[in-house]
Structure formats: structure tokens, C-alpha cells
């Protein structure tokens, strides 16, 4: 087989392709050999007749069409091989000469990793932080138990800091026109919880159940909607309700109702050990992250623009699918960000390169230091994950060659990084 390649660009080739009856009649015996299972041939049991046989009983073209879509495939996977690419997507293939069984030469262009050139990794170093956990985080978690098994009393006085105020609300701009999100139906919020818009809440003091309010706020330069930083916002709200807000006293019997506790102490104690697993996890994969990170910076790689549009693409499904489950649709998204759908993504197009980057960086290093995931690791994976879906789409969903792939990718991910900390960390 002649094999020759063309670089059209860092991150794009043209791979030329011609081989001869030695290569191509292993290939044409295999096409035959899926015939037999359906072709008769009288005077001999299915699958059972010689394939210089079955040749003469299938229609030509059909022979063909098998013939050449096998060839392709198996021909360019050997090319690929045999000069070290790594495809991203599907191949331009233009066939430039056939002759049936003997001779098939074509062309295939397509999108390949470029060259990686690899940081010394293994010098990288990076103190692993200690995790603490203090008797305020222990005392936040307790206030919000005490929040959460708070009583609510219904009040017939002016609302003040601590009372729960049940509102009706609507939002417009400097134009008087409603602006999208700013509006909400029976919506209970505690005056002081610092849970909404920076100047709303201190408006609601003095409020009465029943009565109507009107105030500007103006929303900060860092608000999470860019089309509604520095933004004047006049608010119309009416009191459906006021409530005092009972908090329970901190005791044993406190800690009792919390859980399976005897006491207050007991109750802190698992608290303390709770926050400091939480705290242990984020901690680790911050950690995590602040190493590939260096590696990533350190390192170069020539990327195909494929993989940063399929990258996108990801993270637009993502997003979109957490706008859903908020109420949102994309359009309304889009303007409040004040952006056109180009915007957003050339916003998110860094971050979309940083990803793919440290994913080809993290793969060429697992290449190099020859991670892989054993058949019993995968199955041990893929047996936990089942257990925890008793649905059985997803039982099937997990059954599918390419969940088994993309787990198996995960944990060889898992794996190269385990070995960057330990290098980082000795």
C-alpha cells in the first residue's frame, strides 16, 4: 500500500492513498464472508457455501458498494496508524482510481490534532492546601437549620428586619418598559438575607400587608445579567402578607429534631465533619484544575477549529438545558445578556479553547506515561453506575457502545490526573 500525505494547514491534511490486490482481497473475502449469511446458493446450507461461490449470487453493484465502503475504512484507519494522526471528524474522501478488487487508490482530507509540544510536567509543583473548618462555618450551618424549622407567625404591623414579606412584584427601565426576569407572583423574601437585588430589601421595611410600594434601585456594575448592570430599575411591589419569623433556640432538643443526635454537641460534631468533606472535595478539585491549568499554560498544541466549535456547541446544550429549568428560553437569555447568539459564543470561545486544550494535553500525557483503563476497571465502573439507576432507559443508555466510551474516557482522564498531583505534590 502507497501512502503519502499533504499539510494543508497545522491542523489540516491530505492523506493519498493506493493499494493492490494483496491488500484488497483479505477485505473482499471479509465482504463476502457477511453474504453468506443471507445469500442461498443451491446445493449448500447458509453460510456454508465457498465465497468464490456466493460471489456469483450477489448482484455486482451491491458487491461493490460493500466493497468499496469496507475498503475505505479499513485502508484509512491503517494510514492514520501508520503516520501517527489524530482525526478529528469525518474525512473528504474523493476516490481517484478503481479497479474492481485489485486496485483502489482516493484521497482523504481532513482535521488532525496538530503538534503538542509537552511542558516537563512532572517538575510542575504545587503545595497542596490544607482544609479548615471553623466554629463560624459550624454556626452558619446551625442558622440555617434554625432557618429552615423556623415557625412564621402572620403579623398585622409594619414589616421590619427579620420578617418574611410575601410580594408581588414588576420590574421596568428608564424607558417604562418591563424588563424580563424583574417580576415574581407571591414571592416570600426575609427582609435582611441579602438574597436579592443590592437596595430592594431595605425598601420593604415599614411595608403593611396589603399595601403597594414604588422604588428605583439601580442594579450593580457586576450584576450576573450584563444587560442590566448600572441599570435603573423602578420596582412596583404590593405586601400580600407579613410574617415574623420564629428561630428556634440552639439546645439538645434542638439538635434532636435536627437528626439522629442526642445532643447539641453531637449535632456540631457531624456538622463539622460534613463541612470539612464538602470543603475537602471542592478543595481537591481546585486543586486539581490549578494543575492542569499550569501544565496547559506551559505547554503547546496546535488545535483544529473543529474541536472548539464542537466544544461550543457542548456548552451551549448545557447552558441552554440549565435556562430550561429556570423557566428560560434561549432568546430570553440572550437579551438579557444584551447579545446576539455570535456574541455569546465568540464570549465563550476562550473558554472553549482553554477546555479542549488541557483535554488534548491531559491525553497526549496519559500517551506518554502509558495510563489506560483495564476491561475489569471499566466493567467494576459501568456495574456501579447501573446500581444507581433503577430506570431502565437508563440501565439501556449505559448499555450502549458509546457510554461505554465516554466513561472510559473519563477515567483514563481521572487517572492522568491523579498522576499530575502526585507528581505535583511530592
Do not use: C
Request: proline share 5%; charged share 35%.
Amino acid at each position: 500500500m502507497q501512502i503519502s500525505k499533504t499539510d494543508n494547514s497545522p491542523t489540516n491534511v491530505t492523506v493519498s492513498i493506493e493499494a493492490g490486490a494483496a491488500e484488497l482481497a483479505p477485505i473482499k473475502n471479509h465482504v463476502l464472508s457477511h453474504f453468506t449469511r443471507t445469500v442461498r446458493v443451491p446445493g449448500f446450507r447458509t453460510g456454508k457455501a465457498p465465497l468464490n461461490l456466493v460471489e456469483k449470487h450477489i448482484d455486482p453493484q451491491r458487491l461493490n458498494e460493500e466493497f468499496i465502503e469496507h475498503s475505505l475504512n479499513e485502508l484509512f484507519r491503517r494510514a492514520v496508524d501508520e503516520l501517527k494522526l489524530r482525526p478529528v471528524g469525518q474525512p473528504e474522501i474523493t476516490i481517484k482510481k478503481f479497479v474492481p478488487y485489485t486496485t483502489l487508490g482516493f484521497e482523504a482530507k481532513f482535521d488532525v490534532v496538530g503538534a503538542v509540544k509537552l511542558a516537563n510536567y512532572k517538575t510542575i509543583k504545587l503545595p497542596k492546601p490544607k482544609v479548615e473548618v471553623t466554629a463560624k462555618d459550624v454556626n452558619d450551618v446551625i442558622e440555617n437549620l434554625r432557618k429552615q424549622s423556623a415557625e412564621r407567625q402572620d403579623v398585622d404591623r409594619a414589616a421590619k428586619g427579620g420578617d418574611e414579606v410575601w410580594i408581588d412584584f414588576a420590574g421596568r427601565d428608564e424607558k417604562d418598559e418591563p424588563v424580563a426576569g424583574a417580576d415574581g407572583k407571591d414571592y416570600p423574601l426575609i427582609i435582611g438575607s441579602n438574597t436579592f437585588i443590592p437596595g430592594f430589601e431595605p425598601n420593604l421595611i415599614g411595608i403593611k400587608a396589603g399595601e403597594e410600594k414604588e422604588f428605583t434601585v439601580t442594579f450593580p456594575k457586576d450584576y450576573g445579567v450584563a444587560a442590566l448592570q448600572n441599570k435603573k430599575v423602578t420596582f412596583k411591589v404590593k405586601a400580600n402578607k407579613v410574617q415574623e419569623v420564629v428561630l428556634p433556640k440552639v439546645d439538645d432538643e434542638f439538635a434532636k429534631k435536627a437528626g439522629p443526635f442526642d445532643s447539641l454537641k453531637s449535632l456540631k460534631e457531624d456538622i463539622k465533619m460534613q463541612v470539612k468533606s464538602e470543603k475537602q472535595y471542592q478543595v481537591d478539585r481546585q486543586y486539581e484544575n490549578d494543575i492542569i491549568k499550569k501544565v496547559s499554560d506551559k505547554s503547546s498544541v496546535e488545535i483544529p477549529e473543529t474541536l472548539v466549535e464542537n466544544q461550543l456547541m457542548r456548552m451551549e446544550e448545557d447552558e441552554k438545558q440549565n435556562l430550561t429549568y429556570r423557566g428560560l428560553t434561549w432568546q430570553e437569555h440572550l437579551n438579557q445578556e444584551g447579545l446576539t447568539e455570535e456574541q455569546h459564543r465568540d464570549r465563550h470561545r476562550p473558554d472553549a479553547e482553554e477546555r479542549v486544550k488541557a483535554g488534548l494535553i491531559l491525553s497526549e500525557i496519559s500517551d506518554k506515561e502509558g495510563i489506560d483503563v483495564m476491561p475489569e476497571e471499566l466493567e467494576i465502573r459501568m456495574q456501579m453506575l447501573k446500581g444507581q439507576y433503577q430506570d431502565p432507559q437508563m440501565q439501556a443508555q449505559l448499555d450502549r457502545p458509546e457510554a461505554r466510551q465516554d466513561i472510559a474516557a473519563r477515567m483514563l482522564t481521572e487517572k492522568t490526573i491523579l498522576k499530575l498531583v502526585e507528581y505535583a505534590s511530592k
